[in-house]
């Protein structure tokens, strides 16, 4: 057996034995022998891309979606350098990920050879750990090696504590198929039992917070245990302040008009907390992150005591866990914003019932009309955030979105690898240049397996969340700097890849036309000026509704 075929297949069985399920591949030459290992290991699920950049966030939103470790292979060259804005979200949003590059071996580094480029530490600080896994040699111990490194890269990536990318370079020397020898100078065989190295992992303690009947549970993008710690919040008579992707955003408790009630200084101040406790990573209510800072305790829990989220700076303790304590006399600190949530969702309600089609109205309905045990993915920009402002608590739907480092490209790779891994129907909301930056996202070979992922994209023709910041007033420059319309007709986009695909020109139409099966594309048009106008009445009407009410 060639050396290149004996690493490639005790690597794949090894990962397979910790627990890899999921393979994405962008074929090239250079890791032929990784794509026929993964071929052949019928342990694996194989899907394959044309697109490096693709292949990095379907792989991202499979990871995601399963919480599991999935490996992303590519050969060498700039096809590495491809999957690095995926490697960076998956960093940031604390994502498992394994990260396959193929490389030239050292002979051919530095001399001009074809698609060689330095691909040592490629990623930087993003990834969690990197291994030069060397070129392989027909040596005894090299099996040893090879499935030791890969429970390794497998346990790290996966955490438990810090989740996130790493990175395996592997270069390999021709030949780059099986040769039909099957001799080596060793056994290749894995160990019977399970993996070459069994990880252990012992709980930790958790933080006691003293009684308090002023206590708010804020929950964001990447939270943990989040059921175990809204049940506590219920029992201590804490409201619930759950960003949509949090998972926290139901229940009595939930209070999903914070970002209005946030931003009026009569009732921030009147609502001041003792202690907030934060799981995840908030980040999408300007006035929420304001808040903050006003609480005389500010517990962050993270899993991870080497980097926990803290924008703000405000954080006073942080802890793996906590325990949130019941407090007698806390009910009229609930009730308060309970009376403060009702008023302003009928006045949210109400501007959004009154104006036909609007973003903000796009997101509240599809919210409302997804069959339970649905997925919802949300695009990194203005849906998560009309998501956030709008979203009616509801149990029954999972809400992920890229928060890491909160781009616009590969999400609709995301979407379709996170609604593969999904057990259920999945919708995503999406904005038109979100669409256009990853329209090779919807390329998918006969073989692959196929999403039921319904795709609703806002149009607006260009950037609307530059409409509702600063740069609005920049009239001289602002539409072709700021707004950059494209003028796309997404219809022939979506014929081009033969994605059903169905417009929506009233907002009534819209629970009939997500309804379906399989990959497939429906598109509502808005004005930006008009949805700015939209996020001008909301928080008008919210203001006026809660200042009746304190």
């Not at 069985?13 to 019928?42: K, N, Y």
């Not at 998918?444 to 910041?469: A, K």
Request: hydrophobic share 45%; aromatic share 4%.
């Amino acid at each position: 057996m060639n050396p290149a075929t004996a690493l490639a297949t005790v690597l794949m069985d090894e990962l397979a034995r910790c627990g890899l399920t999921e393979v994405v591949l962008a074929p090239g030459s250079r890791s032929a022998p990784l794509a026929i290992a993964v071929h052949r290991e019928s342990r694996l699920r194989l899907h394959v891309r044309v697109d490096e950049r693709s292949a990095g966030f379907v792989a991202l939103g499979l990871a995601r979606r399963s919480e599991r470790p999935v490996a992303v292979i590519c050969t060498s060259g700039t096809a590495a350098a491809n999957l690095h804005p995926a490697v960076i979200e998956a960093h940031e949003a604390g994502v498992p990920l394994l990260v396959l590059t193929a490389d030239r071996p050292p002979e051919l580094r530095g001399t001009a050879a074809n698609q060689t480029i330095d691909q040592l530490k490629l990623y930087g600080s993003a990834v969690r750990m990197f291994a030069e896994v060397g070129v392989p040699e027909d040596r005894p111990g090299q099996v040893a090696y090879w499935r030791s490194l890969a429970c390794r890269a497998y346990q790290r990536a996966l955490g438990p504590a810090d989740p996130g990318p790493v990175h395996l370079n592997v270069a390999f020397r021709e030949p780059l198929i099986p040769d039909g020898d099957e001799n080596w100078c060793e056994s290749l065989e894995g160990d019977a039992t399970g993996p070459w190295v069994r990880v252990r992992m012992t709980p930790s303690a958790a933080l006691h917070i003293a009684p308090t009947r002023r206590g708010v549970l804020v929950v964001g993008d990447g939270a943990s245990n989040v059921r175990r710690y809204v049940a506590a919040a219920g029992m201590a008579g804490w409201p619930v302040l759950s960003e949509p992707n949090g998972g926290a955003r139901y229940g009595d408790h939930a209070v999903s008009t914070y970002h209005f009630l946030l931003g009026m200084p009569e009732f921030a101040d009147a609502h001041r907390p003792d202690v907030v406790v934060t799981l995840g990573r908030p980040g999408l209510s300007r006035p929420l992150l304001s808040w903050l800072k006003r609480a005389e305790e500010h517990i962050v829990v993270s899993p991870d005591l080497s980097r926990w989220p803290d924008p703000t700076r405000s954080a006073t303790q942080v802890a793996q866990a906590v325990e949130i304590p019941v407090a007698a006399g806390g009910d009229s600190w609930l009730r308060a914003w309970r009376r403060a949530e009702t008023a302003a969702r009928e006045a949210i309600d109400g501007v959004l019932d009154a104006g036909g089609m609007s973003e903000p109205r796009i997101a509240r309905d599809l919210a409302d009309n997804l069959p339970n045990g649905s997925l919802l993915f949300c695009g990194s920009s203005m849906p998560v955030r009309d998501m956030e402002q709008v979203m009616r608590p509801r149990r029954g739907v999972r809400v992920l979105a890229n928060r890491g480092a909160s781009g616009i490209d590969g999400l609709v790779s995301t979407a379709i690898g996170a609604a593969i891994a999904h057990n259920g129907p999945a919708y995503a909301l999406l904005g038109d240049l979100s669409l256009l930056h990853d329209q090779n996202g919807l390329i998918l070979g006969p073989r692959e397996p196929r999403p039921d992922l319904c795709l609703v994209v806002v149009n607006n023709d260009g950037g609307g969340i530059f409409s509702l910041l600063p740069q609005a007033a920049l009239t001289d420059t602002f539409e072709r700097v700021f707004g950059t319309p494209h003028g796309v007709d997404l219809g022939y986009l979506a014929a081009a890849t033969g994605t059903p695909y169905t417009p929506v020109s009233a907002i009534e139409d819209l629970p009939k036309a997500i309804r379906g099966e399989g990959l497939r594309i429906v598109e509502a048009r808005t004005d930006r000026e008009s949805n700015a106008a939209v996020h001008a009445a909301l928080r008008d009407a919210a203001q006026v509704a809660v200042r009746a009410v304190l």
